[in-house]
């Protein structure tokens, strides 16, 4: 199997309902606020809601209590990519764009591919000539078209960003002024895990790259604490690649801004890839995060998130990802150093394989 650049080829399926919703927003003799609605619709029928759940046997064998486990894998594309894909491409649909164009390694470009299949929108998809993911095949089979550029990741979203102002397509790449509209979609994942457990848990840990991640769930958690609606805010656990990753690597050196790393000493493989970055666009909104919780942010090796991955297909019967594992590891590292008390704990795991 294929590890490279995501989640392994999948069908993509969605529900007979999700489809005849479609056909309506797919028509535009209908009204456009008719069709957002139904849009609306097909968003809270596919996307969110994910499980949460005991993670019984790993607390067993680390000795912790109350280890929850956040899975993304059950979103529509396998991953929580698909959260701010629908964000995206609703903004887009409301606005009356024909076409959403970004860059992407993988995972969030057939989370909007498929998007914007659903909603009668075209897709132009920018990935680097490097890359050679499995998931090419299920963003053409959606009806996206893909080009391959020269450069690193943040180079051809670079690219991408300016081709679509010269031709005036819809721009869903991270960063810039997308950011507060993925951070909102993300905050969603805090809602979630609090009407699950009734409260905040004492940490969130979960896998950084860009950074957009993390830093909506902590706004979730924010908004809910300031709201009166949860006791505390958890300490934001961020974890990547070892020293692969500016926004670990800048909270490590102490600093209160997000570095670049440079793009030379960046090694990617199977396994890291979906965290790796030399430039994380969120950066500054997770370092925040991390820093404003009383968080930590860890270096994990390719070998631990091979080896929990392995860990929760047996044990707990997750398909996950390697990367998506990297919260957790840090979580249980920490555990093993400081010996939790009895609380609440919850990994957020991104993506199946």
């Given amino acids: 199997m294929n590890l490279k650049d995501g989640v392994k080829t999948a069908e993509n399926k969605v529900s007979a309902e999700t489809q005849k919703l479609s056909a309506f927003v797919r028509d535009r003799s ?11 619709d097909i968003i809270n029928l596919e996307v969110g ?18 280890l929850f486990i956040k899975y993304e894998g059950d979103n529509p594309t396998g991953t929580q990519k698909d959260r701010i894909a629908f964000a995206q491409v609703y903004d887009a649909l409301r606005r009356e764009y024909d076409r959403v164009s970004l860059a992407t390694c993988g995972n969030y470009g057939v989370a909007v591919a498929l998007a914007a299949n659903l909603a009668g929108i075209g897709c132009k998809i920018y990935i680097p000539d490097s ?6 095949v299920e963003m053409e089979m959606l009806g996206a078209e893909i080009i391959q550029l020269p450069g690193s ?95 670990v690597q ?24 979906p965290l790796i970055n030399w430039h994380s666009f969120d950066g500054e909104e997770a370092l925040y995060a991390i820093r ?10 390719d070998k631990k ?32 150093k400081m010996d939790f008390e009895p609380d609440r704990y919850v990994a957020v795991l991104t993506a199946k394989w």
């Fill in 30 to 40: 209908k009204s456009l606020i008719d069709r957002l609605e139904c849009y609306e």
């Fill in 49 to 66: 809601d994910t499980g949460l759940n005991r993670a019984k046997s790993l607390e067993r064998e680390v000795d912790m209590r109350q």
């Fill in 131 to 136: 890359y050679n993911t499995e998931r090419f």
């Fill in 153 to 247: 990741y943040e180079d051809v979203v670079n690219k991408s960003s300016e081709l679509a102002r010269e031709n005036a397509w819809y721009d869903a790449n991270p960063g810039g002024v997308n950011t507060p509209l993925q951070i909102t979609a993300y905050s969603q994942i805090a809602f979630e895990i609090t009407e699950e457990l009734g409260d905040a848990p004492k940490y969130c840990a979960c896998p950084v790259s860009n950074g957009t991640l993390l830093a909506g769930i902590y706004r979730g958690f924010v908004s809910l604490y300031k709201r009166g609606k949860t006791s505390r805010i958890p300490k934001m656990i961020a974890a990547s690649s070892t020293r692969k990753n500016p926004i």
């Fill in 250 to 273: 800048s909270f490590k050196q102490g600093l209160d801004h997000c570095v670049d790393l440079s793009p030379e000493v960046i090694r990617e493989t199977k396994y890291n890839e």
């Fill in 292 to 301: 404003q919780s009383a968080g930590d942010a860890y270096n994990i090796s």
């Fill in 305 to 336: 998130m091979k080896e929990m991955s392995a860990f929760l297909l047996k044990k707990e019967g997750l398909r996950i990802l390697p990367a998506a594992t990297a919260g957790l590891v840090a979580l249980l590292e920490m555990h093993e």
